[in-house]
């Protein structure tokens, strides 16, 4: 019934609006119009329903229908752009693209030639060993923020703060003006190649990380410090063996997230990676490629093989960090709890399929599943 | 002051070192005739010890919080500390294993005797007297992170203490803590999914398997029902002569049920806490010096 009236109150708001613009007045374009409606069919809805229900459903009904309106709002740019990314990036991406660089491809080409395999290992190796350097110094860095009474806490609390809100381009541009400038003519692990990109990366990594890390810490009890203090433990014996195995699966996650969020970063590495059309393994020698790079080198291209080649790319980094997000997902769930959860189906009367009244029942009547452990 | 503890094969001889402990025998005494029992190396000494608290005073930042408390809690027995919410029972409890510390400004002063040595004096690290003194909390807090078996263990692994036959020590605990029967096809099950009573009879398995001397209660049954309660209460009957107990508990029949002495704390209001009475517990509840313990112990107030 609601329903209906839900129908029936859209319909006569868009008849209104209709009659208003199109009929009696020169309209107001196509955004005004559906703006004047939905406002229209919220006030009609409401008036149906307080004539039909009441009050107190009205304003519910009203409520219902703002919260669903405020999601998809939400929801649509969002399912748009996944849309868009894979309708320009499919016809662009083959089997090749995961096997093949751009070795040999002219930009005249179609897309479907060449691939961004240099792009893909630029983009592990780059976040790999980013992780590898912020990983260690995140958790530390966690741990001395929650673990110890150190007056320092503060001001480092706010310097973790501070660097996790700095532009990444800064980053890059930290590690170009003080590693590749003065050093590079000297040494080639210091001029452009992935590591100096690791590097760069780390800076934007740390402090997410830590930051990340800090929050699962400060979810494990107080009691349990307690306890392993109290079996005669030391505090960093206590932080080891008990607090992180606790916060394990938190710790994995923030890993993951971190990992997902600089997979996306272009800035910082635009002087430091720099770039390259061919594949380059070896992290500390010479420029290297990655996805968001090689990305930004095609879609800037005025040649329609060459965005969709770019297109291509976005979709894979999309694809990549949407299954570290999953794994994320995963790897985050309490699985102790997850074993834990099982249903048990509760009877229900045939006549109303309501839920059986307590009273007069002493027993609950509950149907227990067959076999005990599935 | 000599060091506490060092090493299995001079055991016996460091136990000289207070005078209260001159009667502790060398060998341990195993607490329940197993086949092999378990042997544990840097551990605290073996046997119950008697503490001793000397005019003892906390404070939480500027607020006095206990005052002046003098109690004797004799070797093997178990002593009640009994008395309303908020006055510094648990407070006191914490003072005993350096736990007070913890809390960012406590201070505390006068003197924890333990076996004759002062658990504050210079030569002691907390971590040396809080493997000694073993601590039940009030909310059960087992390790979620571990199975049964390695909750148990704990202890061993936080504290570097070695263990001959870590199996029949897991065994010898969670019996003790009568817990054995209900988890011993299980031992590898993580220790957070068992009920609120048995967590607690987890964490008393867990705080003995240390072989502790002491072993302090902070209200260790508040959380639990009445079966689960009784169970704890039979744990801590099992285990009196082998180990100092100090309970805390609002339970006036649990304190009547399971201690030899009673500590009677009272504190006015905003005034720090004391005690008003302490002795055995037969004459505390039956016939108390002073009138409000009397009124206490009866549930007239309080």
Known sequence: MDWITAGAAAASSVA???????????????????????????????????????????????????AWSAMIIVLVPLVWLVIYVLVKGLPALSLGFFTHTQKGITPIQPATAGGGLHAIVGTLEQVGIALLISLPLGTMTAIFLNETRSRMRRPVRIFVD???????????????????????????????????ASLALSVTMMPTICRAIEVVLRLVPAGLREAGLALGSSRAKVVWSVVLPTASSGVATAAILGIAREAGETAPLLFTAFGYN???????????????LFIYRFIREPLASSIARG?????????????????????GRDRTKARKRRRLPIRRSPSTGAAPPAAGRPVPQLALPSQENP | MTEIYVGPSDRGAVDGHGPATAEVPAVPDPPRPTKEPPVLIGGPPP???????????????????LEGVSLVMPAGEVTALIGPSGCGKST????????????????????????????????????QVRARIGMVFQKPNPFPAMSIKDNVLAGLKLSRIKCSDKDALVEQSLMRASLWKEVKDRLDQPGGGLSGGQQQRLCIARS???????????????????????????????????????????????????????????????????????????????????????????????
């Not at chain 2, 010890?49 to 939480?60: G, H, K, M, R, S």
Request: charged share 15%; proline share 5%; with cysteine.
């Open chain 1, 16 to 66: 209104l609006c209709w009659l208003i613009f199109s009929v009696f007045t020169n309209g107001i374009g196509w955004f005004g119009f559906w703006l004047v409606a939905y406002f229209v069919f919220l006030g009609t809805y409401f008036v149906a329903t307080l004539d039909r229900l009441g009050r107190l459903a009205a304003v519910d009904r009203l409520m219902t229908v703002a």
């Open chain 1, 162 to 196: 501070a660097m996790s809100g700095m532009p990444s381009v800064v980053s890059g541009l930290f590690i170009y003006a003080t590693l590749i400038i003065p050093l590079a003519k000297d040494n080639s692990l210091f001029g452009y190649n992935g590591f100096m």
């Open chain 1, 278 to 292: 061919l594949m380059n393994a070896n992290p500390f020698s010479g420029p290297q490629e990655s996805l968001p």
């Open chain 1, 311 to 331: 297109f291509a790319g976005a979709l894979v980094l999309m694809v990549l960090i949407l299954l570290l997000f999953a794994i994320a997902r995963i790897v």
């Open chain 2, 47 to 65: 046997g119950a010890a008697i503490l001793d608290a000397q005019d003892a005073c906390a404070w939480f930042g500027d607020h006095l919080v």
């Open chain 2, 92 to 127: 006191f409890l914490r003072l005993l294993n350096r736990m007070h510390e913890l809390v960012p400004g406590a201070a505390m002063d006068g003197q924890i005797l333990l076996d004759g040595d002062d658990i504050y004096g210079a030569a002691m690290r907390p971590q």
């Open chain 2, 208 to 302: 003995l398997a240390v072989a502790p001397n002491v072993l302090l209660m902070d209200e260790p049954c508040s959380a639990l029902d009445p079966t689960s309660t009784r169970r704890v209460e039979e744990t801590i009957e099992e285990l009196r002569g082998e180990v100092t107990i100090v309970i805390v508990t609002h339970n006036m029949q649990q304190a009547h049920r399971v201690s030899d002495r009673c500590a009677f704390f009272l504190a006015e209001e905003n005034e720090p806490g004391y005690v008003v009475e302490q002795g055995f517990t037969q004459k505390m509840f039956e016939d108390p010096d002073d009138p409000r313990t009397l009124d206490y112990v009866q549930g007239r107030f309080g």
